[in-house]
């Protein structure tokens, strides 16, 4: 019976301790990031990998999501006589919520497992030190270019996906069922506001590559230096970058999107 | 530091995102501030403004020419106080009549301007007389009901 209580409060204890270290370590990053921005190819390089390589996942799978809105979309609304309205079902969706959170968690185990894994790497087999004996600092050679360049795609990627989203539903709508191509776009663009639905939809895209990109830098940097505890470590990053997406789209999305 | 391949697709990436953000920005959403330029403030009061909400739209002949920015309750006169913005191209007469109006049989309310035939328009601040109250749908369906019953009993005397 202690024994639990014992676990527990380890658990509390070792949750805040990770929260101080994680909010620490991000404000290392922002400190070493102007330093690391002086080699601006570093962080390009880091763009290349996190957001040219996800190009494929992103569009294909925005391309789909925008496919089966459509196709549900259409189910729902000719049952009410309005199906025009498809445009602005399939883009506010997107914008608002899908895009964002989609290519987030595309993102999050596609990249972000990947740059845990380099840098976990990187620690088993003691480069990080390495750096560190020639005054070279592994922050701003390799966690903030890694970093700065989840931040700067994810924004992106979300931007690509919910375009390639709303082009699948116009091909459904428009193409293969025959909505008004008029009235698709003529509804969407009376509908979506630039601030409140495009503008909303950045922000939140611009969070969740933060989250994403911090987690993964931060879990890759504090990994057990194992086989086993760089495996662990990757496990927790995409899943704790679900739940950190999931957690803050709730919590940004109360603070939009209240019907005023 | 020389140029290669990989900074292209870097550029590349780069370009197609911004790409995809202006797509989303003009094609897909319509950019609002823009679409009311120079806006001026007008007031109107009314005894009921049903379930008119802020920026809903204020229409002339079912063309938007403004948003309705501020509702509050004026204590003095027991009334509410509908404040809105109007596009500063469109001038109207000092006797147009407000009304709130709902688009369809179950769409949203909009403030409605019939314009009158007055030379003087409207400055900025002022406030419309003439104005006429949502139509609350209990109050038309127990008046009609009342009507109903007039009426039946008017040729049974």
Not at chain 1, 113 to 123: C, F, N, Q, Y
Not at chain 1, 207 to 227: K, Q, R, S, W
Not at chain 2, 80 to 98: H, L, N
Request: hydrophobic share 50%; proline share 3%; aromatic share 10%.
């Amino acid at each position: 019976m202690g024994g639990v209580f014992r676990k527990l409060g380890r658990m509390a204890i070792n949750g805040v301790w990770q929260l101080g270290f994680i909010t620490r370590f991000l404000w290392l990053i922002l400190v070493y990031s102007g330093q690391s921005f002086t080699r601006l190819h570093l962080t390009i390089r880091e763009l290349y990998f996190s957001g040219v390589l996800s190009l494929l996942i992103i569009l294909v799978s925005g391309l789909f999501v925008g496919l089966v809105l459509g196709l549900q979309g259409y189910e729902i609304l000719q049952r009410y006589g309005s199906t025009e309205a498809m445009g602005t079902l399939v883009a506010l969706s997107l914008l608002r919520e899908l895009g964002p959170v989609v290519a987030g968690l595309l993102f999050a185990s596609r990249a972000g497992s990947a740059v845990t894994a380099e840098i976990g790497l990187m620690k088993v087999t003691e480069q990080l030190k390495a750096m560190d004996m020639m005054a070279v600092s592994p922050i701003a050679r390799v966690v903030a270019p890694r970093f700065w360049g989840g931040v700067i795609s994810m924004p992106l990627l979300a931007a690509l996906f919910s375009t390639m989203g709303i082009f699948g539903g116009w091909l459904i709508g428009v193409v293969f069922i025959g909505v008004d191509h008029g009235a698709f776009w003529g509804q969407m663009q009376s509908a979506v506001d630039f601030q409140y639905d495009v503008l909303n939809g950045v922000y939140k895209s611009f969070a969740f590559g933060v989250a994403v990109a911090l987690i993964a830098v931060f879990e890759g940097y504090d990994c057990v230096p194992t086989a086993e505890g760089v495996s662990r470590a990757i496990t927790r990053t995409v899943v704790s970058s679900a739940l950190a997406i999931l957690a803050l789209d709730f919590v940004m999305t109360s603070f939009m999107f209240r019907g005023l | 530091m020389s140029r290669t391949t990989l900074d292209l697709w870097v550029g590349v990436f780069v370009a197609m995102g911004i790409a995809a953000l202006l797509f989303l920005a003009l094609k897909v959403g319509s950019i609002s501030g823009s679409e009311i330029q120079s806006p001026y403030t007008l007031r109107a009061n009314f005894d009921n403004i049903g379930g008119l909400k802020l920026r809903a739209p204020v229409k002339s002949s079912g063309v938007v020419v403004g948003r309705v920015e501020q509702i509050r309750y004026d204590n003095e006169r027991f009334q509410a106080e509908v404040v809105f913005t109007v596009d500063g191209r469109y001038k109207f007469p000092t006797d147009t009549f407000a009304n709130i109006l709902t688009s369809g049989l179950l769409g949203e309310q909009y403030l409605g301007l019939d314009p009158g035939g007055e030379e003087k328009t409207l400055a900025p601040g002022e406030v419309i007389k003439k104005t006429q109250s949502a139509v609350v749908l209990e109050k038309l369906i127990s008046q009609f009901m009342f009507g109903k019953a007039e009426g039946d009993s008017a040729p049974a005397k």
